[in-house]
């Protein structure tokens, strides 16, 4: 695999080498520390941190797994430990984003609306929805990334996707009224 | 929503970085950081070097010492040389244990 001649260069002291995964996950990466930290900058300070540590550690990787699930799992452990440390609050309220985007809304950008209603969902869930509809993982994986059990994950994911739509049904009539 | 319309609806969730330089700024901070990792290992060679060229020097200096005589001290000069012997062995001593640990250390984490 190529993933695997790549890691087999950077242990072999070809430091340029890791380009090639910074180059391939940093937009995965930055969407799921989005999902966790909610706020772009420190998503971008999370994802570096990440691949510095990735690259600190990766005579580790064993290659039992998928080398981005190993990636991502640092990257999804950085971002908890951020909002940890700076006990990050989320609302679950659409009232930040009528405020914000009045205007915006109009654009009738579904990918907006989206990542919109992501970022106001909890972490937990927003992250559970991108790792299985967007990253397209199965559970067991999931599983190995966040260190969370499989029931876990299960009654994450399924309520992730209520609120999800829930909200996007709120937003869109919010969004129906503004124009009418 | 049907699963799929849900699917498609997510696959619209990926962000792209907005930062142009992103690439390069995780990049350098990685060379510095392998700068560093380097540099720490070579300055840890030369101390195991020194370290033992040390210890070879003292050996040969406390060797060459038994055999002079100090008049000036007169009957105690053998036990200011074992002072001075036995003060050598502890730096010698605790220099090694030091930059043991810290080798130990820094191999695991390196």
């Known amino acids: 695999m190529v993933e695997e001649l790549y890691i087999k260069k950077i242990l072999n002291g070809d430091t340029e080498a890791f380009r090639y995964f910074v180059t391939q996950y940093k937009d995965l990466a930055f969407s799921l520390a989005v999902s966790v930290v909610k706020d772009e900058f420190t998503a971008a300070d999370v994802v570096q941190e990440a691949f510095v540590k990735a690259f600190e550690h990766l005579k580790s990787f064993k290659g039992k797994s998928k080398f981005s699930s190993w990636l991502m799992r640092i990257v999804i452990n950085e971002a908890y430990k951020v909002v940890r440390r700076n006990k990050v609050n989320y609302t679950d309220e659409l009232l930040e984003l009528e405020e914000i985007s009045k205007d915006a809304l109009k654009e009738a950008d579904q990918k907006f609306y989206v990542n919109e209603v992501l970022k106001i969902m909890a972490p937990n869930e927003s992250l559970v929805l991108r790792l299985y509809y967007l990253n397209e993982n199965n559970i067991l994986e999931i599983c190995e990334m966040t260190g969370w059990a499989e029931s876990k994950v299960k009654v994450t994911l399924h309520r992730a996707r209520k609120s999800m739509e829930q909200k996007m049904k709120k937003l869109l009539s919010t969004e129906v009224e503004s124009l009418i | ?110």
């Open chain 2, 1 to 110: 929503m049907e699963e799929m319309d849900f699917k498609n609806m997510m696959q619209q969730s990926k962000l792209e970085i907005q930062f142009p330089d992103f690439e390069e700024q995780v990049m350098t901070q990685i060379k510095k950081k392998e700068a560093n990792r380097r540099s720490v290992w070579k300055n840890l060679k030369m101390s195991w070097l020194f370290l033992f060229i040390g210890a070879f020097l003292g050996i040969f200096v406390t060797q060459f010492l038994t055999d002079i005589q100090l008049p000036f001290i007169g009957e105690k000069s053998k036990l200011v040389l074992l002072i001075a012997e036995i003060f050598i062995v502890l730096v010698v001593a605790s220099q090694f244990d030091s930059l043991l640990r810290f080798t130990i250390k820094k191999r695991d984490k390196l």
